[in-house]
């Protein structure tokens, strides 16, 4: 709201864009003159907006792939299900800071139907951190998945991920209910 009229404001909120809910962008979006709305980064901020808007309430994208132990695992699969996606990784503090938490929901809510399949953006060659990151987070219980090449459909542009950590919920019908970025 200070500098209103500021390209460098909006270029730098371009990287801040996807922490904030759809709402919150919004009205920080709106603060920028119509001079910067239709510049660039104004663009890209709007653009941002409308597809985490058009992701919240939608059919969550689906996906097939491998996982931690070489199994393929798929998100149809989970339907009937609540399931939390956590994308986070291994040198990722922010997002290890969260799984204190994580184990607790799984605790909590797992005989109730929740399940939780962590993303890593991990490095292949960064296979053992990862590995060892999740044992020492004591996050084995549910389902994990390097996100890497071999993919053909790259999970994380599907669910508009821009920062870590990111949590999407999904409902028992395979809506996409929140998205969370902490």
Known sequence: SHHPN???TAFNYCFAVN??????????????SEKVKNGIYGQYIFSVINRNKTLLKS????????????DSIKLVDFRGKFVLLEFWASWCKPCRATHPEL??????????????ISLSSDY?????????????DSIDR?????????DK???SHLYN??????????????????????
């Open 59 to 70: 059919k969550a994208p689906e996906f097939s792939t491998i996982d931690l132990n070489g």
């Open 161 to 182: 991920v821009g920062f870590l950590p990111t949590k999407v919920l999904i409902d028992s019908d395979g809506n996409i209910v929140r998205k969370y970025n902490s």
């Open 153 to 155: 459909v790259n999970i």
């Open 19 to 32: 922490r904030d809910s759809p709402e919150i962008a919004s009205r920080l979006y709106n603060l920028f």
């Open 142 to 150: 549910w389902n994990h998945i390097l996100l890497n090449d071999r």
């Open 124 to 136: 292949l060659k960064d296979i053992d951190k990862w590995k060892a990151a999740i044992m020492k």
């Open 103 to 116: 184990r607790n929901l799984f605790e909590l809510y797992h005989k109730n139907g929740l399940e939780i």
């Open 6 to 8: 500021s390209y460098y």
